[in-house]
Nanobody
C-alpha cells in the first residue's frame, strides 16, 4: 500500500492545520487507518485511529478535543484536522494502514500493528 501524506506546515500556537493521506490500495475501506507522530529523540507515538467504516475513532489523551480524524473511503483518503495547536504538537506526522481483513478490524495504538506508512509531513508550531 502506498500512502501519500500532505498538509503539514508552520503555524502559530492556537492555529490549525488539516493533514491528508491518500492511499493507492483498492482495499482502503478494509483497513483501519491511523496517524502517528515522531519528534526528534522520541519514539513514534500514537495520535488517532479510525475504524474501517469511519464510525469509530480513538485518540491519544494529549490530542483529545483538539484533533479529529476522518476518512472518505470513496476518495481513499484519511484526514487529521488539528485545532488549537500547541508547540508540543511539533513533529513529523505519519499516516499508517493496518493490514486488510477481519483479524485486523480492531484499531491499534501500536505502530507495529501497521504495515504501511506514508512518508511523513512536518508540522511545526511556534509559540
Amino acid at each position: 500500500v502506498q500512502l501519500q501524506a500532505s498538509g503539514g506546515g508552520l503555524v502559530q500556537a492556537g492555529g490549525c492545520l488539516r493533514l491528508s493521506c491518500a492511499a493507492s490500495t483498492l482495499t482502503f475501506s478494509s483497513r483501519v487507518m491511523g496517524w502517528f507522530r515522531q519528534s526528534p529523540r522520541k519514539e513514534r507515538e500514537f495520535v488517532a485511529a479510525i475504524s474501517r467504516s469511519g464510525g469509530v475513532t480513538n485518540y491519544a489523551d494529549s490530542v483529545t478535543g483538539r484533533f479529529t480524524i476522518s476518512r472518505n473511503n470513496a476518495k481513499k483518503t484519511v484526514y487529521l484536522e488539528m485545532n488549537d495547536l500547541e508547540p508540543e504538537d511539533t513533529a513529523v506526522y505519519y499516516c499508517g494502514a493496518q493490514p486488510a481483513g477481519p483479524y485486523y478490524a480492531r484499531m491499534s495504538i501500536q505502530s507495529t500493528n501497521y504495515d504501511s506508512w506514508g512518508q511523513g509531513t512536518q508540522v511545526t508550531v511556534s509559540s
